[in-house]
């Protein structure tokens, strides 16, 4: 097992590098150009070039790809050209609120496509399974940004059940007791969660409704039954075991899903996580920025794949992580 | 041990926990006549709030709650002279002789730190402000203004190179005074970055508490400020992605103010939420469509299509802009007939008028110049080449696109054809700024005073004349304007001007939008200034009877 984690290791340490290189070409390539006065604003030429000398954007592109290694090899993401921050800091200020919004939807993805996936299989071509199955289709269709929408139209400014965005009441949040603060914060969370959740739940439920059906034929489950098991002892402890490894494989790729779908729900929501920082930092064309978040989702869906794998060998004897 | 069965009623019992725990949060102490908390929606974050290294509107609308200025223009203060401005850290001052302003300081004013605002600080903050390691947008207002220097305390003589109608507004309204004591050791090539704009220490009405990036900005009132204690106790900043998620907030409820709501669908939204009054101000923008007067790309050469002024004035002539405004805006707008803000309002003369719409004329105009026809495809040509051209959009405003699309409609009726290229700013900018585009649709914010923004963006040395318009006479102009010696001598070589450029035609002017703002009704005292929205905040107040659950809470 050594040997392969070792080259699953360098394999994802020369994925990484290959994108941070493929984005440090494409966002210096891309129109546009960072430090220009926001539109509508007059132009002062010698400060736009005073701020490329001082962030080294007037030196030759390889040698401020080199400069950027460099800086990387220590730890340094840079500064934030648009903020005026250290990247370092605004990514770990970002990070905990997509992680919790990521995590509140994998959790609404699994729970309720496990759910969802178990209960059309145990009702095969029955009406619910065919209404079950075009819902999910219906979820799994939509654009995340556009469910959001419309959560936040229906939920927040109709009916006023949840807050249109952000991430805590700005007034309120400080003032609550830790309870309230909670709630205050679930509050926030449940929208944006919901959106992710739900579209990536209907792609789940699908995938747990076959693998499911795959298990329930084979000769383990007949035999099971033949012992004269109850039928639900059959579908939860021999079938549902078995059909539950290929949607835990589906958990590393669930990860680039739900950070990419990240960039769309945290600027609808103004949740002020990786994705608004990438969004925000792509519009005002802050390098140091989108360098530094892509780094971090390519290590995280890198690191993500490969604790799936993990997780996948340890809970299934029949695979060898020697290949 | 849990028994087992308890197992799937414990997220109940955390449920139930958290509930009753929230139920009994604590309720807000704060009564009378300075507890209010205004909730402001933003379009964007802040970038630093260290003045002279910023000039985004969302920094300006902060730095005039933290920083003052040495005087500030009266809410109908004119430019000109000194009588339209009212005291602020100068609490009088007097000219010694034509070059030289002299400013007696307030000594009850204060950094919120502790020390007195001196002198010494107003002569730093010049010195920073011109420093070249700074490069501030300001500087070059600050040309004429040859030594600040500092005999007392409380005594700041500036001392000017020439003398001209808008001196004083120059000495004070580009600078905001900085504390010289924390701010000098800090290297001038480091102020971009510097501590100090995240988390600024002033002299202004509010203090500031704390800044969370791309979420909230909080300001408290400073209780002490010597000017009078400000009504509204917290003022928080809530930045949204987009206006449009910016309206929502204040629709909802979980803000209060928006300084702009810009479409009539925008402003419906407001007007039903029932909970918001309006206030109409003057806008400090005016949006048109901007010619490349040199080739696309090659400032070599003049553009193959808008060199030529008589097809410019046939694309004004083909233009219905009171059409497209009544479409677009619904009365919430004016066609300016020049380059001019609606916050000029001495300059809406008669004598400036906007040029008919008159595409019979245009026709004669382009076939004149040899643009016909030829092929009978609707499109004039001429030489083998289309009367066609590129129209940057940014992708950013709904208004302009809509713009773009009648401009292509109208303009398609007398056979020109226009192709609509919608970019994000950040491209359009670099495309305008390296002259790579036929024509434009852009946005202007001004300052009070044409002064300034007239001669960036249609001077021949502009910076931002990026449609490379050049007329001598149009130049000397606006420098008589600029230095003209009364206002009504100023308003006319102003009016001179525009007529200029109304003949050369190096744009269209397509509208100058009615600023409307939406506050809660809760707010009293709303006042708003054209040229700096919350200028005026903490004279804002809410009455007692007023205050809800959020503007009590923390006292």
Not at chain 1, 98 to 110: E, K, P, Q, S, Y
Not at chain 2, 192 to 197: D, I, P, R, S
């Amino acid at each position: 097992m050594l040997p392969w984690l070792l080259r699953r290791v360098a394999a994802g340490i020369a994925i990484v590098f290959a994108v941070v290189t493929l984005t440090f070409a494409a966002v210096h390539l891309a129109p546009g150009a960072p430090f220009l006065p926001p539109e509508g604003r007059p132009v002062n030429p010698a400060a736009t070039e005073r701020l490329r000398r001082a962030f080294g954007l007037d030196r030759p592109l390889p040698e401020q790809y080199v400069r950027y290694l460099a800086a990387l090899a220590h730890g340094e993401l840079g500064e934030s050209f648009s903020r005026r921050r250290p990247v370092a800091a605004m990514i770990g200020q970002a990070l905990p609120n997509t992680v919790l919004l990521a995590g509140a939807a994998l959790l609404i993805d699994f729970a309720l496509g496990i759910a969802i996936g178990v209960f059309q299989a145990a009702h095969v071509r029955g009406r619910s399974d065919v209404a079950l199955t075009n819902l999910t289709l219906f979820f799994y269709s939509l654009p995340t940004f556009w469910l959001g929408l419309v959560l936040l139209l229906v939920f927040g400014q109709w009916l006023h059940w949840f807050p249109v965005g952000g991430i805590t009441d700005p007034v309120l949040h400080d003032a609550l007791p830790l309870g309230g603060r909670i709630l205050d914060r679930l509050r926030h969370l449940a929208l944006p969660a919901l959106t992710l959740g739900l579209v990536a739940a209907g792609g789940t439920a699908r995938f747990q409704r076959a693998a499911l059906l795959d298990a329930l034929g084979q000769d383990y489950v007949r035999t099971a039954r033949a012992k004269g098991l109850p039928e639900r002892a059959v579908l939860v402890r021999h079938a549902l075991r078995d059909a539950l490894l290929p949607v835990i494989s589906l958990l590393g790729l669930a990860l680039p899903f739900l950070l990419t779908g990240a960039v769309l729900v945290e600027t609808v929501f103004a949740w002020p996580g990786l994705g608004k920082l990438a969004a925000d930092a792509i519009s005002a064309r802050d390098y140091p920025v989108v360098l530094g978040t892509t780094l971090l989702v390519s290590a995280a869906v890198v690191v993500g794949s490969l604790v799936a794998d993990l997780i996948t060998a340890a809970a299934d004897p029949r695979i060898r992580l020697s290949a | 041990m849990i028994p087992s069965s308890w197992l799937p009623r414990i997220p109940v019992v955390v449920a139930l926990g958290i509930l009753s725990a929230a139920a009994c949060s604590r309720r807000g102490g704060c009564r009378g006549e300075y507890c209010g908390t205004l909730v402001i929606a933003g379009t964007s974050d802040v970038t630093t709030l260290l003045p002279p290294v910023s000039d985004a509107a969302i920094d300006r609308d902060v730095f005039d709650q933290i920083f003052l200025r040495l005087a500030d223009l009266a809410p109908d203060g004119g430019t000109i002279g000194d009588s339209g401005f009212v005291p602020q850290l100068a609490r009088s001052w007097e000219w010694t002789d034509p070059l030289t302003l002299v400013f007696h300081l307030d000594p009850r004013a204060r950094w919120q730190d502790g020390p007195a605002v001196t002198a010494a600080d107003v002569a730093f903050t010049f010195d920073a402000y011109t420093d070249t390691a700074i490069a501030s947008g300001d500087r070059g207002a600050l040309s004429h203004i040859a030594s600040v220097t500092a005999p007392d305390s409380l005594t700041a003589v500036f001392r000017f190179r020439d003398r001209y109608p808008e001196m004083f507004f120059d000495a004070v309204f580009h600078m905001r005074i900085l504390p010289a004591h924390l701010l000098a050791n800090v290297p001038r090539g480091t102020w971009q970055t510097a501590e100090f704009g995240r988390a600024p220490v002033g002299d202004g009405p509010y203090r500031f508490v704390r800044w969370t990036p791309g979420q909230t900005l909080e300001l408290a009132a400073d209780s002490a400020f010597f000017l009078g204690r400000p009504h509204l106790r917290r003022v928080i900043w809530r930045f949204a992605s987009d206006l449009n998620a910016a309206i929502t907030q204040v629709v909802a409820g979980e803000a209060d103010a928006i300084e702009v709501l810009i479409t009539p669908p925008n402003i419906k939204r407001a007007q039903d939420a029932g909970h918001l009054t309006l206030y109409p101000y003057a806008g400090p923008t005016y949006s048109f469509l901007r010619f490349n007067l040199r080739a696309n790309g090659d400032g070599s050469h003049p553009h193959p299509i808008f060199g030529d002024p008589d097809v410019r004035r046939a694309l004004v002539l083909a233009t219905d802009r009171a059409r497209m405004l009544q479409s677009v805006f619904a009365g919430h707008a004016k066609i300016p007939p020049g380059p001019m803000t609606q916050q000029w309002q001495w300059l809406w003369v008669p004598e400036l008028t906007v040029p008919p719409y008159d595409t019979a004329q245009a026709a004669r105009l382009l076939a004149a110049r040899g643009w016909r026809d030829t092929n009978g495809d609707g499109v004039r040509d001429r030489g083998g080449k289309k009367l066609s051209f590129h129209l940057l959009v940014p992708s950013t405003s709904a208004v302009r696109q809509q713009y773009a699309t009648l401009l292509q409609e109208q303009l398609k009726a007398v056979g020109v054809e226009v192709l609509i290229d919608q970019m994000e700013p950040a491209t359009q900018g670099e495309r305008l700024h390296g002259g790579a585009f036929d024509a434009a649709l852009e946005s202007w914010n001004a300052d009070p005073t044409p002064t300034s923004s007239v001669s960036g963006i249609w001077g021949r040395s502009g910076p931002s004349n990026f449609g490379h318009y050049a007329n001598a006479t149009f130049d000397r102009q606006i420098a008589t304007a600029a230095s003209a010696a009364t206002p009504e001598a100023a308003k006319a070589a102003w009016i001179a001007a525009f007529g200029t450029l109304a003949q050369d035609a190096p744009g269209i002017m397509l509208f100058s939008v009615d600023n409307i703002a939406a506050v809660d009704s809760r707010v009293a005292d709303v006042r708003i200034r054209p040229d700096s929205w919350w200028a005026l905040l903490w004279t804002w107040r809410i009455p007692p009877d007023k205050l809800n659950e959020r503007d009590r809470v923390g006292g």
